[in-house]
């Protein structure tokens, strides 16, 4: 079964600052790979998805992710954030087998300094 | 095109009581689905569906029933609510099992 990892449990950064969030997952074959966003009270939001193709991805609000197959990660970047950035970000995967189709990381709390 | 809703946004319950959480989509999607969300453990499968009068369990199903009696409502229900059971509630729907799936804002309910 596939299996997503955020390292990061909580990240602060400076409003302007570069941001990068980890994700890395476990799956044997290509995976389908999202990256979701939750702001407090709210329910989650796609910023991006990875399905095949280029493997660095545009999403949402300035966002971007990179698939690196040799590393198994794909990564969420954005190289100037906003205060209004501040909230928990979701990875997920996407996988073939019927069932357990969709597993979501354990998400990254972000919180934005003025 | 609301996309997808959920009722109630707020419930609380006292142990043993019972409740139906409604989840609604307008996207003609095929899959529904529900999910928990608590602190720290990301969101889990609850019970999903993969067409109109289909359902099946997901990671945490002990504890709930689910139906799917039209293509565009899921039900979730609670036939004797635990306190472990206080949690956010997340209702999603895609076209497909590896496609994006849309969110509804969430119930937060709690039992005590």
């Known amino acids: 079964a596939q299996s997503v990892t955020q390292p990061d449990i909580h990240i602060t950064v400076s409003e302007g600052a570069s941001l990068e969030l980890r994700c890395n997952y476990s799956?044997?074959?290509?995976?389908?790979l999202f990256w979701y966003v939750q702001s407090p009270g709210q329910g989650l939001q796609l910023l991006l998805k990875y399905f095949s193709g280029d493997t660095l991805v545009q999403g949402i609000k300035g966002f971007e992710a990179e698939f690196k197959r040799s590393q198994s990660s794909f990564n969420l970047r954005k190289p100037s954030v906003h205060w209004s950035d501040a909230a928990e970000y979701f990875c997920?995967?996407?996988?073939?087998?019927?069932?357990?189709?969709?597993?979501f990381g354990p998400g990254t709390r972000l919180s934005v300094l003025p | 095109n609301a996309g997808v809703t959920q009722t109630p946004k707020f419930r609380v319950l006292k142990t043993g009581q019972s409740m139906t959480l409604l989840c609604a989509q307008d996207?003609?999607?095929?899959?529904m689905y529900w999910y928990r969300q608590d602190p720290g453990m990301g969101l889990r499968l609850i019970h999903y569906s993969v067409g109109e009068g289909t359902t099946a369990k997901g990671e945490v199903p002990d504890g709930y029933n689910v139906s799917r009696l039209k293509k565009q409502n899921f039900l979730l229900g609670l036939e004797s609510a635990a306190p472990s059971q206080t949690s956010v509630y997340f209702c999603a729907s895609s076209t497909y099992p590896t496609d994006t799936q849309y969110f509804g804002p969430g119930t937060r309910l709690t039992v005590l």
């Open positions: 799956y044997g074959a290509t995976p389908y």
């Open positions: 997920a995967v996407g996988a073939q087998n019927y069932g357990q189709n969709f597993v």
């Open positions: 996207m003609n999607h095929e899959y």
